[in-house]
């Protein structure tokens, strides 16, 4: 695909083929990242195809994906570049024994012992890439603060060799959580999108382009406890992997509807959370109870 202007069409049905279902919202949205070249920040809960989304437009693209995962306490030094102490020791130990001595600071803080992190790796691309900065949420304010320089200015001062710009501006996706609140000039830099639960119909097509080998009465019965199940008070809401990964456990075990052996068999692949399967037997047994008297009127 032509990178430079793919429209929300041209995406759809890029993403479609890669078993993403994208609706026409994220596509334009998607679409004006490329088009634009501004950030998207795709916020919403968690399992909901954020960071799918980014690896689906890199694909798409047919560009590198580079990922930056946030985390507490996470600094600029670690997400821009580290120097490889080690090969820098073996380098001066090296020097010692060959008897050439006088090793200088222009010699050790040279490229060839540069580490590119993340951050650098995406300004060095010769092609744009999809930078994708995964669970900002999770970082800290000064790292933010940071990040919103970057973004404006796409170049990156290394002391030791001086200012490195981009080669091309990469295609930024950031995701959150929104387990803190993000600064509004953050929110100001970006485009935004709110990533929801898909709806049925949606979900249903992502687990038959997922899993195009599923049968249909097992597709929409796991679909609708899915959905069932994020009704209820959840510490951890089953997100969109957990519905394909719950419908691949129920094909391996060759079941054609969701039935309470098989149902407990599984659990472990929807609900991740002790208090959460006791919370919600109640419901799963109502939904095995109806899932059995549909076969039974079906056989």
Same mark, same amino acid.
């Given at each position: 695909?032509?990178?430079?202007?793919?429209?929300?069409?041209?995406?759809?049905?890029?993403?479609?083929?890669?078993?993403?279902?994208?609706?026409?919202?994220?596509?334009?949205?998607?679409?004006?990242?490329?088009?634009?070249?501004?950030?998207?920040?795709?916020?919403?809960?968690?399992?909901?195809?954020?960071?799918?989304?980014?690896?689906?437009?890199?694909?798409?693209?047919?560009?590198?994906?580079?990922?930056?995962?946030?985390?507490?306490?996470?600094?600029?030094?670690?997400?821009?570049?580290?120097?490889?102490?080690?090969?820098?020791?073996?380098?001066?130990?090296?020097?010692?024994?060959?008897?050439?001595?006088?090793?200088?600071?222009?010699?050790?803080?040279?490229?060839?012992?540069?580490?590119?992190?993340?951050?650098?790796?995406?300004?060095?691309?010769?092609?744009?890439?999809?930078?994708?900065?995964?669970?900002?949420?999770?970082?800290?304010?000064?790292?933010?603060?940071?990040?919103?320089?970057?973004?404006?200015?796409?170049?990156?001062?290394?002391?030791?060799?001086?200012?490195?710009?981009?080669?091309?501006?990469?295609?930024?996706?950031?995701?959150?959580?929104?387990?803190?609140?993000?600064?509004?000039?953050?929110?100001?830099?970006?485009?935004?999108?709110?990533?929801?639960?898909?709806?049925?119909?949606?979900?249903?097509?992502?687990?038959?382009?997922?899993?195009?080998?599923?049968?249909?009465?097992?597709?929409?019965?796991?679909?609708? /406890? #899915?959905?069932? $199940? %994020?009704?209820?008070? +959840?510490?951890?809401? !089953?997100?969109?992997?957990?519905?394909?990964?719950? &419908? @691949?456990?129920?094909?391996?075990?060759?079941?054609?509807?969701?039935?309470?052996?098989?149902?407990?068999?599984?659990?472990? /692949? #929807?609900?991740? $959370? %002790?208090?959460?399967? +006791?919370?919600?037997? !109640?419901?799963?047994?109502?939904?095995?109870?109806? &899932? @059995?008297?549909?076969?039974?009127?079906?056989?």
């Amino acid at each position: 695909m032509n990178a430079a202007l793919p429209t929300p069409a041209d995406l759809q049905a890029a993403f479609l083929a890669r078993g993403y279902v994208a609706d026409d919202a994220l596509a334009t949205a998607l679409r004006l990242v490329v088009a634009l070249g501004k950030p998207l920040l795709l916020e919403g809960p968690a399992g909901v195809g954020k960071t799918e989304a980014a690896k689906t437009l890199a694909a798409t693209l047919g560009t590198r994906l580079i990922r930056l995962q946030c985390y507490e306490g996470l600094d600029a030094q670690s997400a821009l570049y580290e120097w490889n102490y080690a090969r820098q020791l073996l380098h001066l130990r090296a020097a010692e024994l060959g008897g050439q001595g006088g090793v200088t600071d222009e010699d050790l803080y040279s490229e060839r012992f540069l580490m590119a992190r993340p951050l650098l790796q995406a300004i060095r691309e010769e092609q744009a890439p999809v930078l994708l900065i995964d669970e900002v949420d999770r970082a800290d304010d000064a790292f933010e603060a940071f990040l919103l320089e970057l973004l404006a200015e796409w170049q990156i001062t290394v002391p030791e060799l001086g200012t490195i710009e981009a080669r091309t501006r990469p295609h930024v996706i950031l995701t959150s959580n929104r387990s803190r609140e993000l600064s509004d000039a953050l929110r100001r830099r970006c485009l935004y999108h709110w990533t929801e639960y898909p709806s049925r119909a949606q979900e249903l097509a992502i687990v038959h382009a997922r899993l195009p080998g599923v049968n249909e009465t097992l597709a929409q019965q796991v679909t609708n /406890a #899915v959905h069932a $199940l %994020r009704a209820l008070p +959840l510490g951890k809401p !089953p997100g969109v992997a957990e519905t394909l990964d719950w &419908a @691949a456990a129920l094909v391996s075990l060759h079941a054609d509807h969701l039935d309470a052996p098989g149902i407990r068999a599984t659990l472990g /692949a #929807v609900l991740k $959370l %002790r208090e959460d399967q +006791l919370l919600a037997a !109640p419901t799963l047994q109502g939904l095995a109870a109806q &899932a @059995a008297a549909g076969h039974q009127s079906g056989a």
